[in-house]
């Protein structure tokens, strides 16, 4: 082999490794979660077939509400601190295959109104009118990966 060839399998080489890292670092940075602080406004608990999204359960300041006369029951009007147990979500899961929990947050730097979907155990844990630190990804920033603080 030739001292030019020598070479230019070193530049290549050492092209592919730089190439390698810059996608490896991107991908790390779009994928790594980010810490957010919001105030929650808004409670929603959604039935879903389908591309339809049904509101079941919204809780606000004034309350629960029941917005679906068919699970109206499982919750009275006016209750407060809206928390979906497993047998509940069982329950509503026979009217809908699937169920998402939303929350409505002010961000506290941002000053600016997001809609977040959230994991049934999470939900349980957030209050109306109280803070949350939480995390989202980068990627899915409409999806609250973790509460962190309340």
Do not use: W
Request: with cysteine; hydrophobic share 40%.
């Amino acid at each position: 082999m030739k001292l030019n060839q020598i070479d230019d399998t070193r530049r290549k080489r050492a092209i592919l490794i730089f190439i390698a890292t810059v996608i490896f670092i991107s991908f790390k940075g779009f994928m790594s979660p980010v810490t957010e602080v919001g105030y929650i406004l808004q409670k929603d608990v959604m039935g879903v077939e389908g591309d339809e999204k049904v509101l079941i359960f919204r809780e606000g300041p004034e309350g629960v509400s029941a917005l679906n006369v068919s699970c109206g029951q499982i919750f009275p009007e006016g209750s407060e601190n809206l928390q979906v147990n497993e047998s509940v979500e069982a329950e509503l899961k026979t009217v809908y295959p699937e169920i998402e929990y939303m929350v409505l947050m002010r961000l506290c730097v941002e000053n600016e109104v997001r809609e977040y979907r959230v994991h049934r155990e999470d939900f349980n844990m957030l209050e109306i009118g109280k803070v949350a630190k939480f995390e989202v990804y980068r990627s899915e920033r409409d999806f609250i990966k973790e509460i962190i603080e309340m």
